[in-house]
């Protein structure tokens, strides 16, 4: 396919505001890290909230102009919203926002963020798939969690304009680029075998078609790729990256994995050595990457790992 075209940029902040863990005495800051602090008004009295779910807030910046994009919503309905506050983020920077997939630890807190940005019609860039319903995990037929439901008013009462497309879309001067839909190639990235839908009533496996991420390009040293939950396989994901972009340089591999628990443990070492094999400068699993896969990661990759919590701020130049 021909590339899609994509502005090198010349900074990348990536603030997590909202994963799955948090150590508020890390105290490992350095050029690229950036921990938050638990100190407010002088006293000891402020911690950052950590779920199951993932937000980030991202701020592109070339030839002096920034660009502020949210992507994901977290899990609660004010979690991370509550977090960017802690940080002192002024939400009212957002331009437009971007949503990896359709599932609650996700979008939980549009409605807050909404609020929190103060605008109308922020542009939401998704694929029409984050929108099908019933969607569910089936442990047996006797037993269905369901995920709550999503859907096109939704995000509109929230105060955002959803930009459906299945296709690459560029946004914000073309320093993101959101992936859309994304085609499964390796032979070990298989989807999760749990995950159902009713279609026209019938139950169909649901390949969660809906899963994307966003791809920025920093000046000089390659792509940086955040990823929400990479159901459609982080390798599939970084390789169709580079495809769309035509850029083959790796800087930073971020986000969700989802290579927790037994469904996915057989595929963490196939998966981490085929990380290996893109040669990032980093590599920073978060939220469903799981405790095993994140272990298996830092000691196939120890000198470009960085462990990842909420409220850290990434800062690449």
Known sequence: MASVSLKAVDKIEIWTLQDNYIEMTAMDNNAVVTRAMSIKDGEIKASILAEHGFSALVKTTAEDKTHTLLFDFGFSEDGAVKNAALLGLDLRDVEAAAL??????????????????????????????????????KFGESFKAYFPRFTREMVQEAGFHPVET?????????????????????????????????????????AIEDDTSVVMHLQDKGLVILSGCAHAGIVNTVQ?????????????????FHLSGPFFEPIIGRTASELQKFKPS????????????????EKKMPKQFILNMAGTKLTFV
């Open 282 to 297: 980093h590599i920073i699993p978060t939220h469903c990457t799981g405790r095993k896969a994140i272990m298996e990661i």
């Open 166 to 206: 299945e296709i690459p879309y560029s946004l914000l001067d073309n320093a993101f680029l959101v992936l859309g839909g994304i085609p499964r190639k390796t032979d070990f990235e298989t989807g999760w075998s749990i995950v159902h839908r009713l279609e026209e009533g019938k139950e169909v496996w649901d």
């Open 100 to 137: 990896s997939h359709g599932h609650s630890d996700h979008t939980g807190a549009m409605k807050a963020f909404g609020a929190a940005i103060g605008k109308k019609d922020v542009p939401l860039v998704v694929h029409p798939s984050a929108f099908k319903a019933p969607r569910y995990l």
């Open 240 to 256: 169709y990256a580079i495809e769309t972009t035509g850029v083959r340089q790796i800087h930073a591999v971020m986000g969700g």
